[in-house]
Every structure is written in structure tokens, then in C-alpha cells.
């Protein structure tokens, strides 16, 4: 859930590295003995699961995929990229919000 988070408002791998760092710092402060956690395979599912959003953002329709990397990942503003795009603003939103309801949906699955 941490990662698809991340990864919805950054780049996937820096999705994945944050998530990794967050589930270090709570280990490390935890109360409990860090030994009792196999920290190399929590690190491994969160880089495993950035390889998954990755693959679920390459497997949107392109128009949404598009969308979606501008809006989410580059930042880009809606009429940025509409102009860019050749297309209004409203055909942005609605690829941005399609392709993340996707990407949502695919990843609760």
C-alpha cells in the first residue's frame, strides 16, 4: 500500500526506494529486536512491488499512460499537457483519472 502510494505521486523506483527507507527507520526505532525481522525480504517486496506498478503503468492504454506520466510522475500541469497533446484539458483529466482508477483497481487485485 506504501508503495502504490509513493508511487501514484513519484517515480516508481523512487516510490520504491522511500518505501524501503520508511520500513528501515520503523524497524530500527521499533521496540522490538530488529533481528526478529528478515529486513533484505521486506526490502525485496518493496522493490518487487515498484516492478509491478511499473509494469501496471506499461500496460495502460497509451492515451491514459501518457496522461498519467505527465500528470503524476513528471508533475506536468493538465494544460501543459493538453496543449502538448493537442487535446483539452477535460480529455486529460479524464485519461489522468481512468488510467490511475486502472491502476488502482488493478493493484487491489
Known amino acids: 500500500m ?6 501514484c505521486r513519484t517515480d516508481p523506483e523512487v ?5 524501503a527507507e520508511v520500513f528501515a527507520a520503523v524497524l530500527i526505532a521499533s521496540p522490538l529486536a530488529v533481528e526478529d ?4 525480504r521486506i526490502l525485496d517486496l518493496a522493490d518487487d512491488r515498484a516492478g ?12 491514459e499512460r501518457v496522461a498519467v506520466h505527465a500528470r503524476v510522475i513528471d ?10 497533446l493537442g487535446c483539452s484539458e477535460l480529455v486529460i483529466r479524464k485519461r489522468v483519472s481512468r ?10 487485485s
Open 99 to 108: 488510467g490511475l482508477a486502472r491502476l488502482r483497481a488493478r493493484l487491489a
Open 52 to 63: 509491478s506498478v511499473r509494469g501496471l503503468l506499461e500496460a495502460l492504454p497509451v492515451d
Open 2 to 7: 506504501v508503495v502504490s502510494w509513493c508511487a
Open 75 to 84: 508533475e506536468r500541469e493538465y494544460g501543459d499537457i493538453a496543449q502538448s
Open 37 to 40: 525481522y528478515d529486513l533484505a
Open 15 to 19: 516510490a520504491a526506494d522511500l518505501t
